[in-house]
């Protein structure tokens, strides 16, 4: 099981960020994608998921509105995009499967926020 | 909303001495907590799961355990390895998401 992450990113404050997360090794659309980031020195901060098989999508409240979760069935890979970013969103982003014992993470994308 | 509080912070023992770290949620729960490493520049590892069930590959020196809203992460004897960043994790549906705790530090004294 691999899901392998784009690469880092710089975006200047106001603009919009979209990070791609494609699975192999095993059915994608057995298993939720989660999306995680984890700021410098922070705990990680769940930002919302997708049932890979509906295409149905959850957020947290407290990114709802900024934050879009998509899947390419065809292509195994879910999609985050981020929208309005500052600096307080400068982060390593992480795709996941977090289903018990079915637990892998991707190798995070640094997205980097400044003028 | 349930919050996951980790104690203490940190940690500091030598290899072979027990670790024992605590995470206190806010309200009863499911069973459905976890327990992750993390080292620096890595993502997070899966240790436990369901409380108490180990991951697959990880050493039997790793123990979860749950009395009430207090769970436990018991690592038998510290090997250099272990030396990182632990966090508890709840998985929940209503409402739907991943509780993460602040973590505990476990460094070398």
């Known amino acids: 099981v691999q899901l392998v992450q784009s690469g880092a990113e710089v975006k200047k404050p106001g603009a919009s960020v979209k990070v791609s997360c494609q699975a192999s090794?095993?059915?994608?659309?057995?298993?939720?994608i989660y999306w995680v980031r984890q700021a410098p020195g922070q705990r990680p901060e769940w930002m919302g998921r997708?049932?890979?098989?509906?295409?149905?999508?959850e957020y947290s409240q407290k990114f709802q509105g900024r934050v879009t979760i998509t899947r390419d069935t065809s292509a195994s890979t879910a999609y985050m995009e981020l929208s309005s970013l500052t600096s307080g969103d400068t982060a390593v982003y992480y795709c996941?499967?977090?289903?018990?014992?079915?637990?892998?993470w991707g190798q995070g994308t640094l997205v980097t926020v400044s003028s | 909303e349930i919050v996951l509080t980790q104690s203490p912070a940190t940690l500091s023992l030598s290899p072979g001495e027990r670790a024992t770290l605590s995470c206190r949620a806010s309200?009863?729960?499911?069973?459905?907590l976890a327990w992750y490493q993390q080292k620096p520049g890595q993502a997070p590892r899966l240790l436990i799961y369901d409380t108490s069930n180990r991951a697959a590959g990880i050493p039997v020196r790793f123990s979860g355990s749950r009395s009430g809203t207090d769970f436990t992460l018991t690592i038998s004897s510290l090997e250099p390895e272990d030396f990182a960043v632990y966090y508890c994790?709840?998985?929940?549906?209503?409402?739907?998401?991943?509780?993460f705790g602040g973590g505990t530090k476990v460094e070398m004294k």
């Open positions: 090794g095993y059915t994608f659309m057995s298993y939720a």
């Open positions: 994790q709840m998985r929940s549906n209503r409402p739907p998401g991943l509780t």
């Open positions: 309200q009863s729960v499911s069973i459905y």
């Open positions: 997708i049932n890979t098989g509906s295409g149905n999508t």
């Open positions: 996941a499967t977090v289903e018990g014992l079915f637990d892998f």
